[in-house]
């Protein structure tokens, strides 16, 4: 999953998905896609529950966490933001709206936890595979844009888990393939070409072990097509440039919605997404975990879950570096 995702553009283009999905979406919670990227989007801390026109969101109603506050690193509460770097071609969780600003689930989220530290975020635009480097270099103090926290990772990079989400199947809308998806493993996909993101377990873990199962029953590898955004990859799909697409469960339930794409299968390899911040910056950890502990506890945490419909995947009990494998 970003590890995998799945963005934006579509065969009608990025304009009519946005107002075909904020038509079926009015008061169910799920935000539009967005355009073409910009550079930078600064998230005031000030505003409530909704997107501002910065392109961030909600802060917690009961304000700053005194506690949390405390565990800020002195660098960090002197400038007075984190500077979170996204990717954002892949809605509800990160994407851009009509005024080119950055707006989703994990906008609106790591804007209230700086709110709770007394800081403002800022979420810069990057690409995918880029993030964690940067992250490393200390270029940005975080990276908050749909990745899965897995052990790998975790080697590099300090992750403060905050959401379960899976991988799914996206295909054109009715199927043509008949993809079944029914496993990890499903033989389906077996001699086709499937879009993934660049750098997502998609991409580096799912395809290769589905590709050891088509071997073993005799059958052709899957042929990956792998581009830097999932905006590239949806509308490869579009184009028949691609059979399917595999990317985030979050992102593909939500183009499913548009009516161009459909959802094939169950979700499976559940894991967690993480805020990725450099193990040399452990203060800062502490302090966006105690911050999203206390959201869970105050509810503004399901507050915005509750906004984008996402519902399923709260994770109740965030925690530091919580891979399985």
Do not use: W
């Not at 008061?27 to 539009?32: D, V």
């Not at 440039?241 to 593909?252: G, I, W």
Request: glycine share 10%.
């Amino acid at each position: 999953m970003r590890a995998g995702r799945t963005p934006k553009a579509v065969i009608v283009g990025a304009a009519a998905i946005t107002l075909a999905l904020t038509a079926a979406a009015c008061g169910s919670g799920s935000k539009p896609a967005a355009p073409a990227p910009s550079t930078t989007s600064s998230a005031s801390s000030s505003s409530t529950s909704s997107p501002s026109a910065s392109g961030s969101s909600s802060s917690s109603a009961a304000g700053v966490d005194s506690a949390a506050a405390a565990l800020v690193p002195a660098a960090i509460k002197s400038k007075g933001t984190i500077t979170f770097a996204t990717d954002p071609s892949y809605p509800p969780n990160e994407s851009k709206d009509a005024n080119d600003k950055i707006i989703g689930f994990d906008v609106d989220l790591g804007t209230a936890i700086a709110a709770k530290l007394g800081l403002k975020a800022d979420f810069t635009q990057v690409t995918f595979d880029d993030i964690v480097t940067g992250i490393s270099t200390g270029k940005y103090d975080a990276g908050m844009s749909s990745i899965t926290d897995n052990k790998k990772r975790e080697a590099v990079d300090d992750f403060v888990a905050y959401f379960n989400a899976g991988t799914k199947l996206m295909v054109p809308k009715g199927n043509p393939k008949k993809l079944t998806d029914d496993s990890p493993t499903d033989l389906s996909l077996c001699g086709l070409t499937i879009g993934v993101e660049k750098g997502t377990i998609q991409e580096t873990e799912d395809i290769p072990a589905r590709n050891k199962a088509c071997e073993a029953a005799g059958k052709k590898d899957i042929k990956i097509l792998s581009q830097d955004s999932q905006d590239q990859i949806n509308e490869s799909l579009g184009s028949g440039r691609c059979d399917a697409v595999l990317a985030d469960s979050p992102v593909v339930d939500y183009f499913a919605k548009s009516g161009n794409f459909e959802a094939v299968g169950a979700l499976y390899g559940g894991a967690p997404y993480g805020i990725a911040i450099s193990k040399a910056n452990s203060g800062l950890s502490a302090a966006v975990l105690a911050a999203l502990k206390g959201m869970v506890a105050d509810g503004t945490y399901h507050q915005i879950t509750t906004k984008y419909g996402i519902q399923s995947g709260e994770l109740t009990t965030p925690g530091l570096n919580q891979a399985q494998s």
